[in-house]
């Protein structure tokens, strides 16, 4: 018993410690981004593009495939539950409520938490382990300038980006099948979505990919630069950030879904 | 050592106690290291030497003591102040620790890039010059992962002494290497010393890598310095623990009965 609560309290503490190394990592990058110029030590900008590149355009097929699925899957289950009402003609309603507003954030958020989110923690936790990240520190460069600052930029705007790609595959996928089952055209079917959609739906979206975005990288950028215990420390870094950040993404969707919707 | 007090010291050690968690790992080491002056910190594996190589680079925060490096005090020192230093150190760590999603090449350059702004013909020329310097002449297109671990080794000190830094850190210079490649290594470090008058501290465990480099040696032992002094005091000394180093005798391991059983039935006497 005794042991169980010290074991609880142990890991308490230890959480709460993670929780402020991420954020101190976060408010070193921001000092970074906005103060690094003016110390002469900017962050650099074709690294964020490098790394917009790699997070976002290369993402595209991959998150147009999925997206485009799961917008057929939720055209299948709508007019399903709708043929019940009689009420098939409805389904460009809920379809693009719910893409917008729900799937397309999270299908992206889970998809680039498991392609980029677990390629950070593998990338910083191997510098670590290699002594690159001493080295850099030795030759006057700071890692989170140098490393962390222009991922977390990179993310913050890629991450809205796909999400609002994802947002038109989504409709596509689910506006093909619709329009096979309920003969429609796919112009009339994209047309009535963006006449139901308004800007809040998409902000709704886009406010929680930017929300995603920081979870991934700090939890991705975190665990990476507390790895110990070579090959096998890497590999469980990755594994639990990747873990970690789906988690999250989860259930910080849960409580914005919540307080958005209202 | 007489020409040695007149002489500016560039690293001044002083009473510094380093732990990890509980364990102590570095017990009141007191250490100068004279300008031009090569010294070699030797020691068995275990003896604190890469963790007072680590407090010296300022990557760790001592327990207690002060670090004066260029007579600035980084275990205080802020970070604008870390960062000049920096600009005047140059490291090469063990595995040479080249950044490896960079070509040899642009890891040279890298500290270029970072604190000159020098034009790209000028960076490019330092960065060969320095690479021509260590042999690595027409190598600069090769990723590190294609590099020999002699290579890699010195790829690493050409990008510790790109920016001609006041002070070189050189740790394990001939681990893992073999005895030809690792003697290269050492005359590359005396023609460092010689051309640019640099000030040079050598982490070694490699006997004979220090008697031919050193100016002076610190042995380090379970995290105490035994002795600092020329390459003739160290082998005249009398120290057993030295005479065990220098003349490769495994150690006498006095056996307490009680804490050996204790260890392995894991109760604490």
């Known amino acids: 018993m005794r042991n169980m609560i010290e074991n609880i309290g142990r890991r308490t503490i230890k959480g709460i410690e993670e929780l402020g190394y991420a954020f101190s990592l976060l408010a070193e990058s921001f000092m970074w981004l906005l103060a690094g110029r003016m110390r002469k030590q900017p962050v650099s900008v074709a690294t964020i593009f490098q790394e917009a590149m790699w997070i976002g355009v290369t993402a595209i097929p991959i998150i147009s495939m999925l997206n485009m699925a799961v ?6 289950q709508a ?19 719910v893409v917008v507003r729900e799937f397309s954030p999270l299908i992206v958020g889970v998809l680039v938490s498991g392609r980029s989110g677990s390629a950070i923690t593998a990338r910083i936790g191997t510098m670590q382990e290699n002594q690159e990240i001493d080295a850099l520190r030795v030759i006057g460069i700071n890692p989170v300038r140098y490393l962390a600052a222009p991922i977390l930029v990179a993310m913050c705007v890629m991450l809205p980006v796909l999400t609002i790609w994802g947002d038109l595959m989504g409709i596509l996928g689910g506006g093909l099948y619709t329009c096979a089952k309920l003969n429609m055209t796919l112009h009339d079917f994209f047309s009535s ?7 809040a739906d998409v902000m709704q979206g886009i406010i929680k990919s930017v929300v995603f975005a920081v979870i991934i990288v700090l939890i991705g950028l975190s665990n990476g630069f507390q790895v110990s215990g070579g090959a096998k420390g890497v590999g469980l870094a990755t594994t639990r950030s990747v873990v970690l950040s789906i988690s999250f993404i989860v259930l910080a969707d849960m409580v914005f879904t919540y307080f958005l919707s209202r | 050592m007489s020409a040695q007090i007149h002489r500016r010291p560039v690293i001044e050690i002083e009473h510094l106690d380093a732990r990890y968690g509980e364990r102590q790992v570095l017990t009141d080491i007191c250490l100068t290291i004279y300008e031009g002056e090569i010294m070699v910190i030797m020691g068995g594996s275990g003896s604190g030497k890469t963790t007072l ?56 350059e890298l500290p270029l890039r970072e604190h000159t702004h020098l034009n790209e013909s000028t960076i490019r020329i330092m960065s060969r010059m320095k690479l021509e310097l260590v042999n690595l002449g027409g190598f600069e297109d090769l990723m590190p992962a294609e590099l020999s671990g002699g290579m890699l080794k010195r790829a690493a000190l050409a990008r510790a002494v790109v920016m001609d830094p006041k002070l070189l850190f050189v740790d394990e210079p001939s681990s893992g290497l073999d005895p030809v490649v690792a003697a290269e290594i050492d005359q590359l470090i005396l023609r460092l010393r010689n051309a640019m008058k640099m000030t040079i501290l050598i982490v070694t465990h490699d006997l004979a890598s220090a008697f031919m480099i050193a100016d002076r040696i610190a042995i380090l032992d379970n995290g105490r310095i035994v002795m600092t002094g020329g390459v003739d005091a160290i082998r005249a000394s009398t120290d057993r623990r030295i005479q065990d180093l220098l003349n490769r005798r495994p150690r006498e391991a006095t056996v307490d009965a009680e804490a050996y059983l204790g260890r392995l039935t894991g109760d604490n006497p």
């Open chain 1, 71 to 76: 917008g057929v899957m939720l055209a299948i």
């Open chain 1, 79 to 97: 007019i399903f539950t709708l043929s019940k009402f009689g009420a098939e003609s409805q389904v460009i309603l809920g379809l693009a409520f």
């Open chain 1, 193 to 199: 979505s963006l006449e139901t959609l308004v800007v």
């Open chain 2, 53 to 108: 190589l680590r407090h010296t680079l300022g990557l760790e925060q001592p327990a207690s003591g002060t670090i004066r490096i260029l007579g600035r005090d980084i275990t205080a020192a802020d970070a604008k102040t870390l960062y000049e230093l920096r600009t005047k150190m140059g490291v090469a760590f063990q595995a040479g620790a080249l950044l490896g999603s960079m070509t040899v090449a642009e890891n040279v």
